[in-house]
T-cell receptor, first 114, second 113 residues
Framework: NAGVMQNPRHLVRRRGQEARLRCSPM?????VYWYRQLPEEGLKFMVY????????ESGMPKERFSAEFPKEGPSILRIQQVVRGDSAAYFC????????????FGQGTRLTVV | AQSVTQLGSHVSVSEGALVLLRCNYS??????LFWYVQYPNQGLQLLLK??????LVKGINGFEAEFKKSETSFHLTKPSAHMSDAAEYFC???????????FGTGTSLTVIP
């Protein structure tokens, strides 16, 4: 049973470009959570999704950021018109049941904006 | 605001010495508490968690933590540090809704040979 898979592991984007981060949850998991880790900081919650639904996006920046978890395929975190401040590690976690007490984390995507 | 606080952003111990990483939570309801470890350029790995029941929780790699409601603490300990324990450690609380973790700012553990 593969773990939570995130790709790419490293992503470099120029300012103004779009970044797409993918997360494939563990088999049988229908709940996905995205976190952002800025340098020298802990992880900060961004969004919680179930299949085709956004449950909690209280941590998402109001502009440029969006997330989806379609019926088929991975969850996508999309950042439009990236800026230097978006450089961070983005982690995805998944769980089988609602409430992330049994969440498993992926290895993250490290986004660098140049 | 409800949160977790990790005291000490950097901790150094000698190999074989006791490891103590501190975490205090701020919550008016019984919390679900977790410790995660992060190795360089890796994701988070669950060390242990407290939900209900026994307050002394044993995890992987010889780590354990004790939930102390009277002190609102959930400190992580290991009797004897190993070089492979060098990593970043995060305390986390599963918030009231269960929709997200609230993470502490992390403690970087260095093990000195």
């Amino acid at each position: 049973n593969a773990g939570v898979m995130q790709n790419p592991r490293h992503l470099v984007r120029r300012r103004g470009q779009e970044a797409r981060l993918r997360c494939s949850p563990m088999k049988g998991h229908s709940h996905v959570y995205w976190y952002r880790q800025l340098p020298e900081e802990g992880l900060k919650f961004m969004v919680y999704l179930q299949k085709e639904n956004i449950i909690d996006e209280s941590g998402m920046p109001k502009e440029r950021f969006s997330a989806e978890f379609p019926k088929e395929g991975p969850s996508i975190l999309r950042i439009q018109q990236v800026v230097r401040g978006d450089s961070a590690a983005y982690f995805c976690a998944s769980s089988q049941i609602a409430g992330n007490t049994e969440a498993f984390f992926g290895q993250g995507t490290r986004l660098t904006v140049v | 605001a409800q949160s977790v606080t990790q005291l000490g952003s950097h901790v150094s111990v000698s190999e074989g010495a006791l490891v103590l990483l501190r975490c205090n939570y701020s919550s008016s309801v019984p919390p679900y508490l977790f410790w995660y470890v992060q190795y360089p350029n890796q994701g988070l790995q669950l060390l242990l968690k407290y939900t209900t029941g026994a307050t002394l929780v044993k995890g992987i790699n010889g780590f354990e933590a004790e939930f102390k409601k009277s002190e609102t603490s959930f400190h992580l300990t290991k009797p004897s540090a190993h070089m492979s324990d060098a990593a970043e450690y995060f305390c986390a609380w599963a918030g009231n809704t269960g929709n997200q973790f609230y993470f502490g700012t992390g403690t970087s553990l260095t093990v000195i040979p």
